[in-house]
């Protein structure tokens, strides 16, 4: 029997930043590419401060003139505050080469941006579109439905699950395992931002950790036109209340720590308070016959380190090569150039995030006597370079940090 015609080299599920990377470097490469995704655009979505390592992927996606041209906050580092202490991180002073600044986005905004520019150079976008089954193999097959209820099969040299938190093909291949993480939760919003200058650096996101609880911290990103993004995140059911109890739980908190009271206090919110919980997920395989999971489709940590719009387009950017490499004629071993690969750095900001909530990562952060040399290193790691193996930081990770913690320990 013949197999059935191709319809489209790719098919993407999820138009968000890590499907609309891959889909551009794909057409760069020459291959048809069709993105269906559930939703219309521009739609809110969190994750709104990048780290400079996703800038490389950007700027070879094609994307940097437009995104330049939309004037997004410009970020160059972290300020960590933990009661009446401070550190400051510029990702200039990085040990790896490459971008040291970023930008702080409303995501509705810059999701928009990146899957216009995709379509812009070729690849077919499907908004409204809902996938309800997958075939996978040699040829893979999708089972599609569109807001009018019409059916259709979509069948794909090729597949790659872009649709983040909604993990279609995870949930639908069964292939979600237990991530090792507590659950947490996250309360958030946008503020009005009328901070007078010199207040506190916009350049940088802001992390703050409560002044009684080490394991509960907020994140305030300066974004342009007046507002910023603010939230905290906590384990179990410290932030678990009804609807109608967010705003005032959320207004609370930020009251509770110092920095963050005295300038939004009081601040107007733009937003409905809103919540997020159970987020961090793995899967036992990242790719497999015909697909591969991108980013938060595949596995997600946590927000402390803005590490989820990185790791997304670092695995664009592993999946579109290897299969331009693929459609070549040239064998990918998907297991070893793929799902290792990625995870090598998906591990190192998990051995930062793991020690962070312990408490350890908040000690080497603040500690005064830190040399240039071991602070240019995690600033790297901080900046997204995770997949530097130059990097001690990188190359292991949790030895590094349990000896540094050691140090920094005994010496306090």
Known sequence: MNSPAVD???????????????????????????????????????????????????????????????????????????????????????????????????????????????????????????????????????????????????????????????????????????????????????????????????????????????????????LAGGRASMGCVAQGDFLQVDEAEREARLRALIREEPTLGKWFGDAPFLLPVRTIGGYAANASELSGPGYALLGNAGE????????GVTIALRSAHLAAHALVRQFSGVPVDWLAEYDTQLRRGINVFRAFVERWYTGELQEILFYPEQTPQIRRMISSVLAGYAWDETNPFVKDPVRRLDMLYEVCHTKA
């Open 300 to 307: 997600f940590l946590d927000p402390v380190f803005s590490s």
């Open 8 to 222: 489209v080299d790719v098919a993407i599920i999820g138009a968000g930043p890590s499907g609309a990377v891959a889909a551009a470097l794909l057409r760069q490469a020459g291959h048809s590419v069709c993105v269906l995704e559930r939703q219309h655009f521009p739609r809110f979505s969190i994750g709104e401060s990048l780290l400079p390592q996703s800038m490389a992927y950007l700027e070879e996606a094609g994307m940097l003139p437009a995104l330049i041209e939309a004037g997004f906050q410009y970020k160059n580092g972290a300020h960590f505050v933990r009661r009446d202490e401070v550190s400051v991180y510029d990702f200039r002073e990085k040990y790896s080469p490459g971008w040291g600044t970023t930008w702080q986005v409303e995501r509705a905004v810059f999701d928009d941006l990146l899957i216009r520019c995709a379509a812009e150079q070729g690849a077919e976008v499907r908004f409204g579109h809902t996938v309800q089954a997958f075939h996978p193999g040699a040829q893979p097959v999708l089972e599609v439905s569109d807001e009018s209820g019409a059916e259709y099969r979509l069948h794909a040299r090729f597949v790659l699950d872009a649709s983040g938190f909604g993990r279609v093909l995870q949930r639908l291949l069964k292939l979600d395992i237990p991530t090792g993480m507590p659950p947490r939760r996250a309360l958030f919003t946008h503020v009005r931002d009328a901070l007078p200058v010199g207040a506190l650096d916009r350049n940088k996101i802001c992390v703050a950790v409560h002044p009684e609880h080490d394991n509960v911290w907020y994140w305030m990103i300066p």
